[in-house]
């Protein structure tokens, strides 16, 4: 089933315990970090290792870790960023539920190469009972002198907080989550100031995903260069992909980089198959945010190439033929889809979710949500089409947040690819999929 | 000092000026528009996204354009920048975009709005705007809400500007004004339907770009362009007392704080010298003000008013 990073223990339902974690070899990578690795000597395997940040983005970890004012006399933080609500991906929360100390080990990890003595985790608010979970955790991490004072004897502490959010898809935006942890309305920031200058209470702050963090210990453990030997090119390890939709066996899977689209579709051993016989219709490859594609460019690029599960390839294209890896999040859809239905429901959780603050987000989510229920439910008019297509690219690069590219994306893409489909819902007055 | 290139134009600024600062500094066409941005309160602009400008040339150290357009007002000039507002199609068909954004839900009421004639969202919408609506949706509507007796707030006409906020916390002695609720659904309020009580909060009055917070002492009283603009003073304990009286003959109808060439307020006011002094005998008269703006106001300057009543609009 290929190499595993994140999952290898992931069945035993004991795991999130400290015992068990540790007989499987969890806290090794602290121990080897603190009694025989400098702080830079982390940053350095975690630079070799060529990991990008696994929330959405792809930006490199080792670069985002040397943008840190580390000449600031300001303490420095680290936030996990755990507030996980993007529509379609639930690979952090498969981690959080199930391998907690993996986190913290990463965020013991983290915190001792960045220099911070206190670090956060951002929790999404509808994942109360994950906060259980990780309080038990981080307790008995205490507990064990991995966390608080003078870890091991090393003289390096660090305290280690778990935060719930109140329900905001926007909280996870990077400088909404800094924000809302503040105790502030969870509004986006402007940038620059990047947070790595200055982010929680003005310090400068790295934010990372789950994901991103419940890595390092294999990295301090094995190496960067044996990291960067899993995967293909510049998509280095592997993924958490979760897979839902018309599928056989929806979940999470963790496959190394440039593991081939098809094959995880089709296979039995990942998403086996359709569901209910019918063809692939589309996919949406990278959470709700990523453009859609139709079944013959998400399993091949317009080039006629494989697509595999990597940053590159599955941008193959642009967004003319291409999309993105995105957080991970695969919905695969067959052809009893409504295109149109599903892009209403995209765009309303958008309109919903909008922090409001800049007007092409604001106006442009709720006219684009109205404009869609309207040619769903038979009042479509055909210069709707691309009007939707205008207000998406007025959206587009304007706002704060990128929030607003979130939602013009799946607008643009679904009349890019499926045009068609919205043409005949305006003829026919509405909507023929039950 | 920097040297940056605005439109063709070049000038030089201190280092750590914003874009907008140094389009201001020049002056004129090249100045982007700013509905949120206020240079007297910290922490406003970047909201509303119509001083969004193309940068052609990043800097002399890095000459490579940025890949998105950016926002005047909050992004820093570098030595060496160049910066296209007005040349740039690009830009101008953003700030359609961005202005059809803000009109989609604005009420057409203007001719019941006291702000109509010193309105900056009618400016943007004379430059900007097109004469027809792409808006064929129902226009969003919000429950009654009363902040006291001095201020009215329509939150219908309100583009979440933030500036009522920043300056609630920044100029009042408590936070007075929020926003509740997301996206647009996004309305602002005292915490709670508190009126809004302080020496200073009036003042939102007159940082308000639109007709959402309104005077409610001179309300419906009169158009703007019907009245005359004077500039009075007087000895105020509590603020420098230089103020704007608008007359209609011998009332004065409104009292405001005395606005620059950007709009911006001079000098913040308290509410007694807006609200309670509304006898001429209150103030020193300094004489007219000329107001520099492009909207009713200007075109319809009183000074022209007699010419305008020899040529009654045609129907
Ligand atoms: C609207 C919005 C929501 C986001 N939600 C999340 C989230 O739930 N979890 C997450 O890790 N990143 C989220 N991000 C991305 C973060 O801003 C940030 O890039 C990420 O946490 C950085 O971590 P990484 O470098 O480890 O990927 C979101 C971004 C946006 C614009
Ligand atoms: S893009 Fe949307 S969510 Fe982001 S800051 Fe603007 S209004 Fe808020
Ligand atoms: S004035 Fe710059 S974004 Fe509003």
Redesign the pocket.
Known sequence: MGIKILTEHIDNPELKKFEVYRKTGGYTAVEKALKTMSPDGVMEEVKKSGL????????P?GM?WSFLDRKSEKPHYLVC??????PGTFK?RYLLERNPHALIEGIILSGYALGVEDAYIYL?GEFFYILQILEKAIAEAYEKGFLGKNILGSGYSLNLYCHPGAGA??C???TA?LESLEGKRGN?RLKPPFPAVSGLYNCPTV???????ATIPWIVNHGGDQYAQIGVGRSTGTKLISASGHIKNPGVYELEMGFPVEEFIYSDQYCGGMKNGKPLKAVVAGGSSVPILPAGLILKTANGEPRNISYESLAEGGFETGTMLG?GGFIVMDESTCIVRNLYNFTRFYRH?SCGQCSPCREGTSWMEKILYRIENGEGRMHDIDLLVDISNNIEGKTI???GD?AAWPVASAIRHFRDEFVEHVNRKGCWFD | MIKVTIDNIEVEVEEGSTILEAARKIGGKVVPPTMCYYSKLRDTGGKCRTCLVKVAKGSAKDPRPMPKLVVACSTPAQDGMVVENTLSQEVIEARKGVVEFLLTNHPLECPICDQAGECDLQDLSYGFGEGESRYEEERRRFGYNDIGPYIKINNERCILCYRCVYLSAQLTDKRLLGVLFRGDYAEISTYINAAVENDFSGNVIDVCPVGALTDRSSRFKSRVWFTKPYDAHRDCPKCAGKVVLWAKGDEVIRITARKDEFGEVEDFICNECRFEKKQVSDWVIDGPRHIKRQSVISLNHYETINKLKETPPKD
């Open positions: 990008r940040g696994r929330g959405g983005a792809g930006f970890t985002k960023n755990a507030d996980e609500g993007e952090d999404r898809y926007i996870g935006e990077e989550l986006p934010i990372n995903n789950v994901e991103t963090l957080s979710e947040c990128p929030l979130a």
